[in-house]
């Protein structure tokens, strides 16, 4: 295209007319407007900057002679492109913004020449022309000159400020010089020089003391930096820092440097001379280690905190991020960063925002600190974050220059402050509600120096704590002194931990009640932390022993009801509603025969083949759908063994609602078992009516004690009122009140026969031994008392809890006790031994040893039988009573000589503990 032809757009006309001015006319303003044309077009094309007119899309429609020169291309190669097609490539996207910003402005880019080369530049863009037809001039200033001036000037400037810094240094005392002639071998060091070697000023100094103080590690080194200066490297320059160890044994860093002066000869290049200066770099290098731990320290603390860094460079708008910052944001690693790459990861809702406090930061009026917490959409994954960030502006006459910053992920620390003003919210709903809640409402502060008090307690404190509300204002100390030792340390332990994460407390502890004794508590509060520095909880405390104990009793009855399911001898099979097996338990598999994994899925027919019902012969399937109907019902089925051996059986069938689903749970018992336990029950029950027969026999001999003692008592009181008040020496309802307390006994007795005739099992319940034989001594030691009898006890069992029924094992010791007590009564020696102690793991032994006159071996072999005495006046049921009873709890009774005369009747029962599990 002809170079004459293209198009210059003449300037815009001014905007401002005056008003009374005639109109000219139309041939007279083409003429006026082709003259400015003409002259527009030519004083562009003379212009010094490159010139560029521009269409409405940026594409150019003239360029001048210049800036063709400029970038490299002929005119051809020009017209009808697009401008940002000759910027540099990573400066496109922010040009393509600047010229669509449509401002009159300027600012500096890199243009692409034609030989690869990058131009700097600076684009000054006009504002658009009117009319349809609108166009833009640019004008381009090529600023490579003067970007090299600039260096040139950088590189005089800092040339000047080194040997401005290097004259004050020397100037200052700090620099030591040193002369030495190689050839004649001698040296001149200055003053400094010597201070520096820690050396006198007057004492003269040769190479060689010099060279002694080197350490060793660091020769190597300094030798190879020594003989390439003198092959003439450099021109002889030569520096280097290593370590001495001066004449007082300190270690010094030494920055040595010169130059040497070399003569040419016919071997070679020959050393003659060498100046050089010394610096002590000490401080500096000590200062560069201390400098390298700070920043190892910072890098492992951005890691371990998961902090991600930034730069942002206002010149050339670009961001220069860490690996940490690219995984924050979900950006790939190779990807350049602009500021718009961020800004449009932002949530539009704070984008502005954060604008708003970058552009503040920016401004030379302020500080320019920056910081901002806002919502980013991860570029890898869409997911939605929170993002801390924090940065500081640094000025250069006043432009900002930079950015650094810091940027961490907050989504966790967002998510725990909203879950705490949340349940701050609720805990101020609550706080009516809580006032009418069982136990005890409180507020409990710790001070920042430690201080615990409640300041707030509800008026049942005393109930629950049994301290006044006056003393736990002042110290709560008082309160943590009563909680169970075994406790207290969990309990302090999680205050600080609900102190330093503010989070809700919880608690169960022991408390040693004034009153109560030993009660459980269970505490519940909510933080808040207070303006100096105090937390204060907000919570409620109840008394929640009962609760305790039902738990612990809910707990051991579901591991004996555990226990006894496991230990049946019926089998438990479940079953889908196809009738497939879904699980067997330890009688099943015993019972068939297969391991439990050999039955899972196949169906329960493979088991059962068929079923007899109402006379009928059926498959199991069906009996299993007709279940429902049928709850409870039993059938006599065949079942098989995996040997394939048949064996009759009963069949019940139950339904269950399992996760929407029916389950089917069959129980099987093998009939032939049945019959030989049915043929055994019928023997136990004639072995009970035995029994029964043998206590109705001795409840006479039963209540003969009690009904004996309840005489005494009333004898005792009779006589007691006989005598003037003031001469008695007991109280007469004591008497009457253990004669009441006799005929309740006897009662009890009468209570606890027929409990065991009915049900053929003690009530028995978790006690202690110790305690029952304390009780038992309490009803002998009137009638020991009075026949002379010393009673000794030996109590040594580390554990005496048992599973047993109170009355019936303090009959027991009643019993041995008073025989004890009847073998005495012709001896002239009368002490009796209560003892205990442990009988193996699992049971407690008990023995009651007396001085009478002992057992014959006829005795021996028939004491526990019936009707059996050696008493004048005996029945000869009591140690038959006692046997039924110890063999009723699983435990075993004898009786044998002692060494040095009379008899001991022992007895064992197995420990509680052992028996629960």
């Known amino acids: 295209m002809d170079e004459t032809c293209v198009r210059v757009s003449a300037p815009p006309e001014p905007q401002r007319r005056s008003a009374d001015r005639a109109p000219r006319a139309k041939d007279g303003a083409d003429i006026g407007r082709q003259s400015v044309e003409r ?56 040009f393509a913004a600047f010229l669509a910003a449509g401002r009159a402005e300027t600012r500096e880019f890199e243009f692409a020449r034609a030989d690869g080369s990058l131009a700097p530049v600076s684009v000054a863009l006009g504002p658009p022309t009117a009319g349809s037809a609108a166009s833009r001039l640019a004008v381009i200033t090529d600023l490579s000159q003067i970007k090299w001036m600039e260096r040139s000037f950088a590189a005089s400037d800092a040339l000047r400020e080194r040997e401005k810094w290097l ?50 590690d660091d020769r190597p080194g300094f030798y190879a930096e020594l003989r390439a200066a003198c092959t003439g ?70 890691a371990a905190g998961a902090i991600g860094s930034w730069e942002l460079d206002t010149g050339q708008e670009t961001v220069d991020v860490d690996a940490k910052h690219r995984e924050i944001f979900g950006l790939p690693a190779a990807e350049p960063i602009l500021p718009d790459t961020v800004l449009d990861l932002i949530h539009p809702d704070d984008r502005e925002e954060v604008r708003s406090a970058v552009h503040a930061a920016l401004d030379p009026s302020g500080d320019g600190r920056y910081q901002a917490e806002y919502r980013i959409r991860r570029r890898a994954d869409g997911a939605e974050r929170w993002v801390s960030s924090r940065a500081q502006a640094f000025f250069d006459n006043p432009r900002a220059v930079r950015m650094i910053g810091v940027v961490s992920d907050v989504t966790e620390k967002k998510r725990t402050e909203s879950e705490l003003h949340e349940k701050a919210r609720l805990a101020e709903q609550l706080a009516g509600v809580a006032a009418s809640a069982p136990g005890l409402i409180a507020s409990f502060r710790l001070a920042p120096d430690g201080k615990a008090s409640l300041p707030y307690t509800s008026p049942n404190v005393e109930d629950v704590y049994g301290l006044s509300s006056e003393a736990l204002r002042e110290d709560a100390e008082i309160k943590f002194a009563r909680v169970h030792p075994d406790d207290l340390g969990h309990v302090r332990a999680s205050i600080a931990e609900s102190a330093r994460l503010m989070t809700v407390w919880r608690a169960s502890y022991r408390y040693n009640h004034p009153r109560k004794g030993w009660v459980w508590i269970e505490a519940q509060s909510s933080p808040i932390r207070e303006p100096d520095g105090s937390v ?56 068939f025969g297969y391991p439990e994994v050999d039955t899972i899925g196949r169906s329960i027919e493979a088991l059962i083949p068929a079923c007899l019902c109402g006379g009928r012969r059926s498959s199991l399937l069906s009996r299993v759908h007709e279940a429902c109907a049928e709850e409870g019902a039993v059938c006599e089925a065949e079942g098989r063994r995996k040997d394939g051996a048949a064996f009759p059986v009963d069949l019940s069938v139950s339904k269950a609602a399992y996760h929407g689903r029916s389950l089917f749970i069959a129980f099987v018992r093998d009939l032939s078992e049945r019959r030989r336990i049915e043929a055994r029950m019928q023997k136990l029950h004639a072995e009970r009516l035995s029994a029964v027969g ?160 002992g057992l014959t071996e006829e005795a021996r072999a028939s004491l526990f039988e019936p009707f059996t005495t050696t008493k004048a006046n005996g029945l000869g049921v009591g140690l038959t009573i006692a046997r039924t009873i110890v063999e009723a709890h699983y435990g075993k009774i004898w009786a044998g000589p002692n060494r040095d005369g009379g008899a001991t009747f022992s007895f064992t029962l197995p420990l509680g503990v052992e028996t629960e599990t």
């Open 694 to 853: 043998e206590l109705a026999a001795g409840l006479a001999h039963e209540l003969n004690q009690p009904l004996s003692a309840t005489t005494i008592y009333l004898r005792a009181a009779r006589r007691l009122l006989q005598m003037p008040a003031d001469q008695r020496p007991a109280n007469v309802e004591d008497a009457l009140d253990n004669a009441a307390t006799q005929i309740m006994r006897a009662g009890q007795i009468i209570c606890h026969l027929r409990e065991f005739i009915t049900r053929g099992e003690p009530d028995k319940t978790i006690q202690r031994l110790h305690e029952l034989v304390a009780e038992a001594n309490e009803l002998v030691v009137v009638e020991a008392k009075q026949a002379g009898i010393g009673v000794v006890f030996q109590l040594n069992a580390p554990d005496d809890r048992i599973l047993a029924d109170r009355v019936q094992i303090k009959q027991v010791v009643v019993n041995l006790m008073r025989n004890a007590k009847d073998a005495m009564s012709s001896s002239q020696t009368r002490r009796m031994l209560v003892s205990t102690r442990a009988a193996g793991r699992s049971m407690i032994r008990v023995d009651v040893a007396d001085t009478g006159s």
């Open 167 to 216: 004259r004050l240094a020397v100037a200052a005392g700090r620099v030591g010089t040193f002369d030495a002639d190689l050839v004649r071998g001698c040296s001149c060091f200055s003053a400094t020089a010597h201070e520096i070697l820690g050396l006198p000023a007057e004492r003269a100094i040769t190479l060689a003391e010099v060279e002694a103080m080197l350490l060793e």
């Open 536 to 591: 204060l909880w907000n919570g409620y405390l109840q008394d929640v022993t009962e609760r305790k104990r039902i738990e612990q009793a809910l707990v051991d009855k579901e591991a004996r009801l555990h226990a006894t399911v496991e230990g049946a001898h019926d089998a438990i099979v479940t079953l889908d509603e196809q009738g497939a097996i879904r699980s067997m338990n330890s009688a099943a598999v015993r019972m």
């Open 39 to 94: 002259i527009c077009r030519r004083l562009l094309e003379e212009m010094r900057e490159g010139t560029v007119e521009l269409d409405r899309n940026a594409v150019v429609l003239h360029c001048n002679r210049r800036f063709r020169e400029m970038i490299g291309r002929p005119l051809a190669r020009l017209i009808g492109g697009r401008l940002v097609d000759h910027v540099a490539l990573p400066q496109r996207k922010r």
């Open 233 to 302: 490297a450099d021109g002889g320059e030569w520096s280097h820092e290593l370590r001495i160890r001066r004449a007082d044994g300190a270690l010094r860093w030494i920055a040595l440097a010169g130059q040497f002066e070399l003569r040419r000869s016919p071997r070679g290049l020959t050393p003659t001379r060498v100046l050089g200066t010394a610096i002590d770099v000490t401080e500096r290098r000590e200062t560069e280690e201390s400098l390298r731990h700070s920043n190892e320290r910072l890098r492992l603390a951005l």
